[in-house]
């Protein structure tokens, strides 16, 4: 019985396949310089694909991938209840945070907010009881402030690189974001054990390092 993995491309996609390679799953071929997205390895039954991140979470959702390997970010976002999370893999680590002009000037009573996290920034002010509109962007949400279109943004922080280049600066701290391994839930049970080894040996291999 053959499983598949989905990995997110871009940024955090280096991280994940070191952690794979540390408990024996390769890919024949390599990814990062390959247009193809889905992938033979070095076991017959294991194949890998990649996808973007909101992706991950989608095709394993459906079961197309029994495994994915996704962002706290985007399983947020998402929506956790499609899938099971057995692990936190300790990779592609950042903060959800909450960012503003370093000058920022008053604030209106309700407030502008661009971020990519539509569902995130929607739940975070309605929590704080701030009132919000939502600006959904596709990415560079560091221009929004700076150019008028919104009061804060939304995003993920890593170095804080972009929002210093960009003089802005973190207001509040939303979630903690790390890679999540995250299961279906009928691959769960009709391919157990198979799973349930690469789980195990994943588990091992984030403690180890
Ligand atoms: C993310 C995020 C920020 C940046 C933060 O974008 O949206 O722009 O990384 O990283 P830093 O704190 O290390 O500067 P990414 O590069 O993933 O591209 P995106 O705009 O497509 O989201």
């Known amino acids: 019985m053959s499983v598949t ?3 997110t491309k871009g ?4 991280d994940a396949l070191s952690l ?8 024949l071929v390599d990814i990062t310089a390959s247009r193809k997205l889905i992938f033979d390895t070095n076991h017959a ?10 992706d991950v979470a989608t095709y394993v959702e459906h079961g197309i991938a029994d495994m994915g390997m996704a962002g706290r970010d985007v399983i947020l976002e998402q929506g956790e209840n499609g899938f099971y999370q057995p692990l936190d893999l300790k990779i592609g680590i950042c903060q959800m945070m909450v960012a503003a002009l370093k000058d920022e000037k ?7 907010v661009a971020t990519k996290f539509v569902n995130i920034a929607k739940r975070y002010y309605a929590e704080i ?12 949400m560091e221009l929004a402030p700076v150019t008028g279109l919104s009061h804060r943004i939304v995003d993920i922080v ?3 690189n972009t929002l210093k280049a960009n003089g802005l600066v973190t207001i509040a701290h939303i979630a903690d974001i790390s890679a999540r391994l995250i299961v279906n ?12 080894n690469i789980i195990m040996q994943l588990s091992l291999r984030v403690e180890s390092q």
């Open 5 to 7: 993995i989905a990995l």
């Open 11 to 14: 940024r955090p996609l280096k």
């Open 20 to 27: 794979l390679k540390g408990i024996e799953i390769e890919p």
């Open 45 to 54: 039954d294991i194949k890998l694909m990649v996808l973007r991140g909101i």
């Open 106 to 112: 008053p604030l209106p009573g309700r407030i502008k």
């Open 129 to 140: 009881g701030v009132q919000a509109d939502i600006i959904k962007l596709y990415g560079a």
């Open 158 to 160: 890593e170095t804080g």
């Open 185 to 196: 839930k009928t691959s769960m049970k009709t391919k157990y054990e198979a799973i349930q």
